[in-house]
């Protein structure tokens, strides 16, 4: 279903020169050249700072929408000004993948550089689509909330986030995620975890991974939790455990297709609130970018929250 042209709001757009290692920057000549053929009234953001492109997104009228132009990390940093909440209207959100991973857009099926395809869905029917609140409750950044959109990951997936910075230059996007997670399982670690999943026990034991979901991929295209759905006011949880390196790897080649979750070292599940506690400091990553150690974190969804103007 389409709506009328006119709908479609002034758009700040919101673009992370350092996204894709710079490809949003080289790119954006071309991606420029579409918004003016469209005559979309927009007025460009250039930031390096997440909290300055907040901040300045912040300050705009209200009835000013955001195109992120970037990977998970740029849509993730704008967030408090685009969820709603009660009392407070967020503002509708377009995306335009020219990050590392892409992976929430990627679900979309939104390609790296399609930038006509990208605008031309600004003509259609906008999508409501939920969103995730983490509050941290131990260790680094105790206290803090953050908002995602698309998940996270604590243990040996945070793990493969920090290798990434090793990972030979050559290797980009998916290739350089898979090259971290291939030298990561060397250093495979499992910690006891306990998780709660709406005030009911979930699973307690060793693991070496927990992923909670409102996306379905991860690193460039790992389809951690192919079931989940955005917009069904649920959030996916998915536990590893208790796995040898063997295992681990097998079911890294599993994850690449989606068809790991009937393995018997899967733990999976759909629900409104987690909690995730470790009895280690245990690395965190919030839409791909790393939190530090955490031992306690509580996740819990929120329905319907983002408004996309081109899902």
Do not use: C
């Amino acid at each position: 279903m389409s709506v009328p042209e006119s709908s479609v709001p002034p758009l700040a757009v919101v673009l992370n020169p350092n996204a894709g290692g710079g490809l949003a920057l080289r790119e954006w000549p071309r991606l420029e050249a579409e918004l003016r053929r469209r005559d979309q009234p927009f007025e460009l953001i250039l930031e390096d700072s997440g909290e300055d492109a907040l901040a300045r997104i912040q300050a705009l009228p209200p009835r000013i929408g955001v195109l992120a132009v970037g990977g998970d990390g740029t849509v993730g940093a704008l967030l408090p000004a685009l969820v709603s909440v009660p009392k407070r209207q967020g503002r509708p959100l377009a995306v335009v993948p020219l990050g590392t991973g892409n992976d929430f857009a990627g679900m979309l099926g939104l390609k790296t550089g399609h930038f006509a395809e990208a605008l031309d869905r600004l003509s259609f029917q906008p999508r409501d689509v939920d969103a995730l609140e983490v509050r941290i409750l131990e260790g680094d950044g105790a206290g803090r909330s953050h908002i995602l959109l698309n998940g996270l990951g604590l243990g040996f997936d945070a793990a493969v986030t920090a290798n990434m910075a090793r990972a030979p230059a050559r290797f980009q996007g998916f290739a350089r995620y898979a090259w971290s997670a291939v030298a990561t399982v060397r250093e495979l670690h499992l910690a006891e975890v306990q998780i709660t999943l709406d005030g009911q026990h979930f699973y307690d034991g060793p693991s070496p991974i927990v992923a909670v979901m409102n996306g379905t991929r991860y690193g460039g295209g790992f389809q951690i939790s192919p079931r989940s759905d955005p917009r069904d006011g649920l959030l996916n949880v998915v536990a590893g455990g208790p796995v040898n390196r063997l295992q681990l790897m097998g079911l890294m080649l599993r994850v690449l297709r989606g068809t790991h979750l009937d393995q018997p070292q899967v733990h999976t599940a759909q629900g409104q609130e987690v909690t995730v506690r470790w009895d280690a400091p245990t690395p965190l990553h919030l839409d791909g970018d790393l939190h530090g150690q955490v031992t306690a974190i509580r996740v819990r969804v929120l329905k319907g929250a983002v408004r996309l103007l081109n899902a």
